[in-house]
């Protein structure tokens, strides 16, 4: 049967392909610095360029398609997830490691249709990995297929989470107290690769058995939340309810038990929604 959106998913590898080379390039040289929503908040002329020529390659190929990239919300475009045809775009995942060459940045493309992803693309730029997943028909790193681990014991699981970039004390004590309670159940270990994309494709791979973390944003997540659930992995909402795309906030495991007990001593709040101020969204 043919696939309508494989043209799609081909032009979203080979964009993230080039879009990863001008990375490269881009560490190379120096990196002009600037900050959005705080000061460890970073962008630097690199992600802007990145994300424009994704946009613009897929504008060519798809003119009727939208779009949610990182940068373009940061510049004031809405971010909407609707029922049409929609790429989210996370042109550099991982900035602050692309500042300091921390060696993990990936270059994420979901697309969703009917607001569901239909396939996800995470080239891992400097490792080289190229993850994909099409709705099922199964994920895959540079080809090979990807399964999540098989660990039922989170007494013997590594938990990824990240640290976000907000510094509201009161945040960062939540942050602080679920991390103390999954490292204290007591877990193997605890990582954190910088990007929430990579993260995630780790759990896909059966590297790290979940990754938690609440604060990030639909870009960070579309691609690689197909990534894990076709890897036979589970999403959920931090609280243990449905995962919700636009909430910033995800438990992704390799399976569901898992999931539920990281759930259980994570300190939940909530962060303003991606489609917050959406219009028709709820306020
Ligand atoms: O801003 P970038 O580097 O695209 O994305 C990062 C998120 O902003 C941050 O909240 C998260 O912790 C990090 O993992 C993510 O990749
Ligand atoms: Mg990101
Ligand atoms: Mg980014």
Redesign the pocket.
């Known amino acids: 049967m043919t696939d309508l959106w494989q043209d799609a998913m081909d032009h979203a590898v080979s964009a993230a392909r080039g879009a990863g080379q001008v990375v490269r390039e881009a560490l190379l040289e120096d990196r002009m610095v600037m900050v959005k929503s705080s000061s460890v ?3 630097t002329q690199t ?1 802007q360029k990145v994300e424009q020529l994704i946009i613009q390659s897929v504008k060519e190929k798809f003119p009727t398609h939208r779009f949610i990239g ?1 940068e373009s919300v940061a510049a004031g475009e809405p971010c909407v997830l609707s029922d049409e045809p929609t790429w989210i775009i ?1 042109p ?7 500042v300091h060459r921390f060696p993990f940045v990936a270059v994420s493309i979901g697309f969703s249709v009917n607001k569901q992803v239909e396939f996800g693309v995470v080239y891992s730029c400097l490792e080289d990995k190229m993850f994909t997943a099409r709705r099922g028909r199964g994920s895959f790193c540079n080809g090979d297929p990807l399964q999540v681990s098989d660990q039922k014991a989170i007494k013997q699981s590594i938990i990824a989470t ?4 907000d510094r509201d004390p009161e945040v960062v004590d939540k942050i602080f107290s679920s991390l103390r309670n999954i490292l204290c159940i007591p877990v193997h270990g605890i990582r ?6 990579i ?1 995630m494709c780790l759990v896909a791979s059966g590297c790290v058995e979940a990754y938690y ?1 609440i ?3 639909v ?2 997540l579309a691609a690689a939340s197909l990534i894990v659930s076709e890897a036979g992995g589970v999403l959920m909402d931090v609280e243990g309810g449905p995962f919700d795309l636009m909430s910033r906030r995800v438990i992704a495991a390799n399976n569901r038990t898992i999931a539920e007990r990281i759930s259980g001593e994570i300190q939940a709040y909530a962060p303003a929604r991606d489609d917050a101020a959406a219009p028709g969204a709820d306020p």
């Open positions: 908040d970073l962008v992600d990182e996370d550099i995942d991982g900035t602050t490691n692309f990240e640290f976000g970039s954190s690769a910088g990007t929430a994309a993260n973390e604060g990030m944003h870009w960070d």
